[in-house]
């Protein structure tokens, strides 16, 4: 099992920066990649970022490239992301997963996650 915990999230205005942290324990081994998702009210849960043991990352939301980056080390059991100018339509809670799959892992292909956290951004 592996055991992930995010930490990070909070109330901003638009406009301002957040970074969220992930923290995996356990059979960390096993993890090939990590990523950020992110549902907001009434919205399906989607892929935000991903990346990978081998450091390739990728941010897969085409409106949200230039904004939103992760970062960090499977190695090092910790990632991040970090999010600019925050809009209201940011506003969702963030999870953090882990899979085993060592390419590309589909979103359904995440087998561990974290709680979620919440973020909320007025205007």
């Known amino acids: 099992q592996v055991q992930l915990e995010e930490s990070g999230g909070g109330s901003v205005q638009a406009g301002d920066s957040l970074r969220l942290s992930c923290t995996a324990s356990g059979r960390t081994y096993s993890v090939n990649y990590m990523g950020w998702f992110r549902q907001a009210p009434g919205k399906e849960r989607e892929l935000v970022a991903s990346i990978s043991a081998s450091g390739r990352s990728e941010v897969h939301v085409d409106s949200l490239r230039g904004r939103f980056s992760i970062s960090g080390s499977i190695a090092a059991n910790t990632v991040y992301l970090l999010m600019r100018f925050l809009q209201p339509e940011d506003t969702a809670v963030y999870y953090c997963?882990?899979?085993?799959?060592?390419?590309?892992?589909?979103?359904?292909?995440?087998?561990?996650w974290g709680q979620g956290t919440q973020v909320t951004v007025s205007s």
């Open positions: 997963a882990a899979s085993g799959i060592l390419d590309y892992p589909r979103s359904n292909e995440y087998d561990y």
